[in-house]
């Protein structure tokens, strides 16, 4: 049992502050104090709020977690890779360790979000095609394409083939929506980080998307839920993944000039603000 019920009510409203606010708030507060630690320290009392007012059910503790974990290790290897750095008060820039724990809880509020939002998937699955197909050909027609992000085009779109097989569409909107807002956030508004590598906020959402689909296929084996389509296609976006991570990477020369230039640039710019 819930131990305060009388708070239910205000689950939107406070994952949505949380979210509009709250994310806003945690990396405008590392920016400044220049201190991991102290955002760390918010998160954990966060979740302990979350735990005490709302007493999370055993679905949303195992999205809490495999963000978590799949966040951690993503970033860290991200930062290895130079796709991204972080701390722009730092001249070499770095890892930023209380980001796996936001990760955790940023799929939550997610997943709750989408309990509330159900849609037939026939209804969604055209206004989403119209969505990905446009996405990938402006990426491809205009951005720095290599060779390596056909295999981000692979992921996204067979990411979002699964959500469509298992009648998750609805999460994979809301993924996308959460995901390229807090990039936006992170490194146009209040610049916690920068991309190193030729990213674009779409393919980190999906992403994202990515480990929000593997938490929810977890859930739904445990409820005793197969889609074996879905399951095909989620196979399919993880072996894109990896394939991205430990061959297609490996033949990239990183260009160091540019990741110096952009890196200067964004020193003058926080500087500047700061």
């Known amino acids: 049992m819930v131990p305060f019920p009388e708070f239910i009510p205000f689950l939107p409203f406070y994952n949505l502050c949380f979210f ?3 994310v806003p708030f945690v990396l405008w507060l590392n920016n400044k104090t220049k201190s991991d630690i102290i955002c760390l320290i918010l998160g954990i009392a966060y979740m302990i709020l979350y735990g005490i007012l709302f007493e999370p059910p055993w679905d949303e503790v195992i999205f809490f977690y495999i963000g978590l974990v799949v966040g951690y290790v993503t970033d860290y290897w991200a930062v290895k890779a130079n796709k991204w750095k972080y701390h ?3 001249p070499e820039f770095g890892y930023s360790y209380y980001v796996g724990f936001s990760w955790g809880m940023v799929s939550i509020f997610t997943y709750n979000i989408s309990k509330s939002l159900t849609a037939d998937p026939s209804f969604l699955f055209l206004p989403g095609i119209i969505f990905v197909i446009p996405m990938i050909i402006f990426e491809w027609r205009f951005g720095k ?3 390596d992000q056909y295999f981000l085009f692979a992921r996204a779109i067979f ?3 699964a ?3 298992s009648n998750n569409l609805s999460l994979l909107f809301i993924a996308i929506f959460v995901g390229s807002y807090i990039e936006f956030a992170g490194v146009n508004w ?3 980080w920068l991309y190193i590598d030729t990213m674009s906020y779409i393919f980190i959402s999906f992403g994202y998307s990515l480990l929000v689909y593997l938490s929810k296929f977890i859930i739904e084996i445990i409820d005793g839920v197969f889609f074996p389509l ?3 296609f989620l196979v399919l976006a993880i072996v894109a993944f990896f394939i991205d991570l430990f061959w297609a990477q490996k033949k990239i ?3 160091t000039e540019r990741a110096i230039i952009a890196a200067n640039k964004y020193h003058q710019i926080y500087e500047a603000n700061d």
């Open 20 to 22: 509009i606010f709250g």
């Open 88 to 90: 722009p008060w730092d």
């Open 145 to 147: 394409t290599r060779r």
């Open 159 to 161: 990411t979002f083939l």
């Open 163 to 165: 959500f469509w097989a």
């Open 190 to 192: 209040i610049r916690n």
């Open 230 to 232: 879905a399951f095909i």
């Open 253 to 255: 020369e990183v260009d």
